[in-house]
């Protein structure tokens, strides 16, 4: 009989989701090979994603408890010590010339969720993975093909110097490949060649923009620091979410061609601010600094993507925005994302072969794995897209139905 030998378990991407997965296989003992297309974030010069700072993200049970599952020691107690609660939304208005907070909890039974710093959540992953002996990583790696059948794929070097038109291209082999490479995703571009892939994607009209509201001169926040804050604007919003250094990190969400409209003056951009979201503008942020992180900082397109299935034979799953990229407005993409891998390895163990079985056996315990998992997770991840896409309207407008003035008032009675 041949001897057991190891998998090989690549993973494409190093986000939040990659690196999770990543976590997830070398517990399992399996041989693991890390390609991220960019630099290592914990480099202080590698360029962030989408290129703004920092994106501040709603985490939730359902991220929480992937990576409580993990089942790696004080992971979970050191990434929630860098999170701050948000207990409800507090909504920002205007009424017979005076401002208004109005806060709505999340919970009745007092449950929240909490605001996290994506590329700190993103490191701390990174430094879980570095201290195991079966990890490696290939930053500067940017997946240019695969054969899924055959189990090789191809990487661009790009930390290499370029001697000729293009950057050396190395080949590796795989047992089980995993696409954790974002929206834009090569492995899903790939998988569409070899499975009967269901695909769809849309742009939404809005355009988001990131601003910063700066803690107080005395080093403390502006503004409640466990809510999530919204200026609602009908059919646009401005969002503020708590840091761990006591400011803001805030975004505008405004259709495209409204933000035409503002690009127009730096004047017409203050005066839209003062008129719509009443008391940020002078109060939080200033008139100059609104003028310049809106000029600085990218106006980025919003995408929705829904597609099935997940995987291809026992060779390929793809997971996080790779699978179902979504909009923001329900605080679940990353969630979700880190919830694809604990479903995909709850079936992965559910069918995992015993050790000392025959190479080869294992994969058609995988494969049938990987079929259950597609099957299983499709219609709740485009669930949580369509709840994603909703949510917008709830935030935006919604929020401001007297529904939700009448809850007030019966709490405060
Ligand atoms: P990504 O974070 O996109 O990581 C993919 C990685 O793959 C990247 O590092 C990339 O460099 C690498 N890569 C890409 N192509 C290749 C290649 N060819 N070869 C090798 N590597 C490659 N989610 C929440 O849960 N809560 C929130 O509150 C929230 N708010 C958001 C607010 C905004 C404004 C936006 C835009 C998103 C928000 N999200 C939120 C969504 C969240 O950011 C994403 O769902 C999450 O980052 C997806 O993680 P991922 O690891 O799947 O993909």
């Known amino acids: 009989m041949a001897p057991y030998t190891q998998q090989k378990t690549v993973v494409i991407g ?3 989701v990659g690196a999770l997965a990543a976590l997830y296989a070398a ?7 890390i390609y991220e297309l960019r630099d290592d974030l914990r480099n202080p010069s590698t360029i962030p994603l989408n290129f703004t700072k920092s994106i501040n993200l709603a985490l939730s049970e359902r991220g929480i408890n992937s990576m409580r599952q993990a089942q790696c020691p004080g992971l979970l107690d050191a990434v929630l010590a860098e999170t701050i609660p948000m207990h409800g939304r507090m909504i920002h208005g205007e009424e017979h010339g005076k401002l208004y907070e109005q806060s709505q909890t999340y919970d009745v039974r007092g449950r929240f ?3 996290i710093d994506r590329a700190g959540l993103n490191k701390r992953l990174l430094d879980e993975l570095e201290r195991m002996p079966n990890v490696t990583f290939y930053f500067n790696h940017k997946l240019t093909g695969a054969d899924f059948n055959r189990r090789i794929a191809w990487f661009e070097q790009r930390s290499k110097p370029v001697a000729g038109p293009r950057p050396p291209e190395i080949e590796i082999n795989f047992d089980f490949m995993i696409g954790a490479d974002g929206a834009h995703s090569a492995v899903r571009f790939h998988l569409m060649k070899y499975a009967r892939m269901t695909y769809q994607q849309e742009y939404i009209e809005t355009l988001w923009c990131e601003f910063r509201i700066d803690p107080s001169l005395d080093g403390t926040f502006r503004l409640s620091p466990n809510h999530l804050h919204i200026w609602p604007g009908q059919e646009f919003m401005f969002i503020a979410i708590p840091s761990m250094d006591s400011s803001f990190t805030s975004t505008l969400f405004l259709p495209a061609s409204h933000f035409a409209e503002l690009d127009r003056s730096p004047s017409t951009l203050v005066d839209f601010f003062k008129d719509r979201f009443p008391g ?3 109060d939080l942020i200033s008139e100059a600094d609104l003028v310049k992180q809106y000029s600085e900082n990218p106006h980025l397109p919003l995408i929705n993507i829904k597609c099935a299935p997940f995987h ?7 997971l996080g925005d790779a699978a179902h990229a979504m909009v923001p407005f329900y605080g679940q993409g990353m969630n979700a994302g880190l919830e694809d891998v604990r ?3 709850d079936f992965l163990d559910a069918y995992r072969p015993s050790p000392g079985s025959m190479p080869g056996g294992s994969d058609g315990m995988r494969e049938r794995a990987l079929s259950e998992f597609s099957k299983f997770r499709t219609s709740d991840a485009h669930v949580i897209n369509d709840l994603a896409l909703r949510n917008y309207q709830e935030m935006r407008s919604d929020v401001t139905s007297p529904i939700y003035k009448l809850r007030k008032w019966i709490e405060e009675k």
């Open 14 to 16: 190093a986000g939040p």
């Open 27 to 33: 517990r399992r003992g399996d041989a693991v090979e």
């Open 113 to 115: 969720i909490r605001a």
């Open 280 to 282: 940020v503008v002078p």
């Open 312 to 318: 291809y034979s026992s060779s390929v799953a793809i």
């Open 343 to 345: 479903v995909l390895y």
